[in-house]
């Protein structure tokens, strides 16, 4: 109960400040909004940036190796799968 009574109390001066000092509160506003559009654009740019590098990889990796390749693989390593049970058993 006092947690809420001293939240009420702590909102209601902030209020009554923020009516009081509204030409402040703009004036910090007005110079923290373009840096923090600066600085999200600058993240959203990186994070595209990288999700497109990680594109491009995924994309050399997958043009690298044909399907032919890929089921050539399997297969050896199905008969290394069968070999190594074949001398656990032994």
Known sequence: MKAL???AMVS???LILLVLWWEEFLMI???TVPVM???GGGLVIYLGFDDLR???SKES???G???V???KYKHEIDELKKEIESLKKA
């Open 29 to 31: 506003l007005s110079g």
């Open 61 to 63: 990796i997958s043009s």
């Open 65 to 67: 190796t044909s399907a």
């Open 12 to 14: 209601a001066i902030g």
């Open 5 to 7: 009574i001293g939240g």
């Open 54 to 56: 990680e594109g491009w």
């Open 37 to 39: 559009l600066l600085l």
């Open 69 to 71: 390749e890929v089921e």
